[in-house]
């Protein structure tokens, strides 16, 4: 029987670019009036459970393990991950008012020396050199990618592909999303990745169904030929 192909998310102004320039003006002005770094998506309780995670259940070295924050927006996983004493930490966002967002967050927090770059992740032209990491970080950025109005499916696989890449061969992805479910995740990620763990989160019930708020999962990289 053949497998039901996936039903694609509705195209939103969240998936472009021109949306999120927008969005880190306004928080940068924000932030140089008021102080205030902007929206953490899904909530700091998201956040850190996922900083609890990476601390107490992977073996990762804090001094030499590199960790990336894909999509990275103000930087504030950068402060939670710096704080918890991690110091090879690197964030992306394709959006350089993002990137500049989170200089002035992890300056004032402390950390500027936090490598922060503009980098699109699902872009074809695939990722630098030396970028290769223990730990890949992802909250809503799979979202947003899903969300593109153009040829979305295709933006989801190169991003897949490109994460796989920039993984060293024990990688581990840890990913939030509140768009798909666990079942669709692990669906989608099932040629690149061997899901690991879920995380506990928030459920709703309603109509005789429950159903979670977010989805929070963990997966290890497959070790397979990217090229394929």
Not at 10 to 39: A, C, K, M, Q
Not at 108 to 128: K, M, N, Q, S
Request: proline share 3%; net charge negative.
């Amino acid at each position: 029987m053949a497998e039901k192909p996936t039903e694609e998310l509705t195209p939103s102004d969240l998936g472009t670019l021109e949306y999120w320039e927008r969005t880190y003006s306004l928080e940068i002005d924000n932030f140089e009036d008021h102080g205030d770094v902007g929206e953490v998506w899904f909530g700091t309780d998201s956040s850190a459970k996922v900083v609890r995670f990476v601390t107490t259940k992977l073996n990762l070295s804090k001094e030499t393990d590199k960790i990336i924050d894909l999509g990275c927006g103000n930087g504030m996983m950068l402060v939670d991950l710096a704080k918890a004493g991690f110091k090879r930490l690197t964030g992306v966002d394709y959006s350089q008012k993002a990137i500049d967002l989170a200089k002035k967050v992890l300056k004032e927090e402390g950390f500027p020396e936090v490598d922060l770059r503009v980098h699109d992740i699902a872009d074809p032209a695939g990722t630098a050199e030396d970028f290769v990491f223990r730990l890949a970080h992802d909250k809503g950025t799979y979202d947003a990618v899903s969300l593109h109005p153009d040829n979305p499916k295709e933006k989801r696989e190169k991003y897949i592909k490109n994460v796989h890449k920039i993984l060293e061969d024990k990688g581990v992805l840890a990913l939030t999303s509140c768009n798909w479910t666990k079942a669709e995740l692990i669906e989608h990620f099932k040629d690149y990745f061997e899901f690991s763990t879920e995380l506990p989160t928030k459920t709703f019930s309603f109509g005789g169904q429950t159903g979670n708020t977010i989805t929070q999962l963990v997966f290890m990289k497959k070790l397979r030929q990217i090229n394929k």
